[in-house]
Each structure stands twice: as structure tokens, then as C-alpha cells.
Nanobody, 121 residues
């Protein structure tokens, strides 16, 4: 079993920045992939960014050039640096992990509780 704990959400004005953090713990010592999903009102949960243990990254088109995902070297911790935030980025952001990797259309095995990100105009 794996537990994921997110932090770093909050309220920010448009154009501002936030950094989300997610720490994974449990019986699996090495997780192949971790990432971030988000769910906004009236929308489906979508994969925002993912990173493998080898450092490969993928981003949703809507956040490319603005968001950066990274992973700590020594532990299963992932970060999401969010710059140039827009009101449409407002959502609950969920950390996720899966030893099989993260793929669009394939729900990951483990989820965090979520952290609210609100971007005001």
C-alpha cells in the first residue's frame, strides 16, 4: 500500500505562482511514476503532469510552458511548480502514483486527498 500527502495549495492572483508537493510512503520503496491530476467544477479529472523515476516528463497541452514537474532524487517526492497561473487553473489538484506508469485514460493505483488551488482575476 502507498499513501500520498499533498501540500502547497492556496489562493493566488492571476499571473502568480505556487508550488505543490507530494510525498509518497508505504510498502513500495520505488514507484515508477508519479504525477498530478486536477478536477475543476464541471470538468472531468485530467492528467496535468507526470514524471517517471528516470526523469521523463509529460504535460497536458494547457499547462505546457507554465508548469514544471520534478522529483526528488533520494525519495518518492514530487513537485509541481506552477507559474503564470490563470483563473482556469482553479481546481482541486491530486497527487497520483502507479508502479505501472501514468497514462491518459488509465486511473492510477494510488491517489492523494487533493489540495485546492484557486486563482483569482
Amino acid at each position: 500500500q502507498v499513501q500520498l500527502v499533498e501540500s502547497g495549495g492556496g489562493l493566488v492572483q492571476a499571473g502568480g505562482s505556487l508550488r505543490l508537493s507530494c510525498a509518497a510512503s508505504g510498502t513500495i520503496l520505488s514507484i515508477n511514476a508519479m504525477g498530478w491530476y486536477r478536477q475543476a467544477p464541471g470538468k472531468q479529472r485530467e492528467l496535468v503532469a507526470a514524471i517517471t523515476s528516470g526523469g521523463s516528463t509529460d504535460y497536458a497541452d494547457s499547462v505546457k510552458g507554465r508548469f514544471t514537474i520534478s522529483r526528488a532524487n533520494a525519495k518518492n517526492t514530487v513537485y509541481l511548480q506552477m507559474n503564470s497561473l490563470k483563473p482556469e487553473d482553479t481546481a482541486v489538484y491530486y497527487c497520483a502514483a502507479d508502479f505501472r506508469g501514468l497514462r491518459v485514460g488509465v486511473p492510477p493505483l494510488w491517489w492523494g486527498q487533493g489540495t485546492q488551488v484557486t486563482v483569482s482575476s
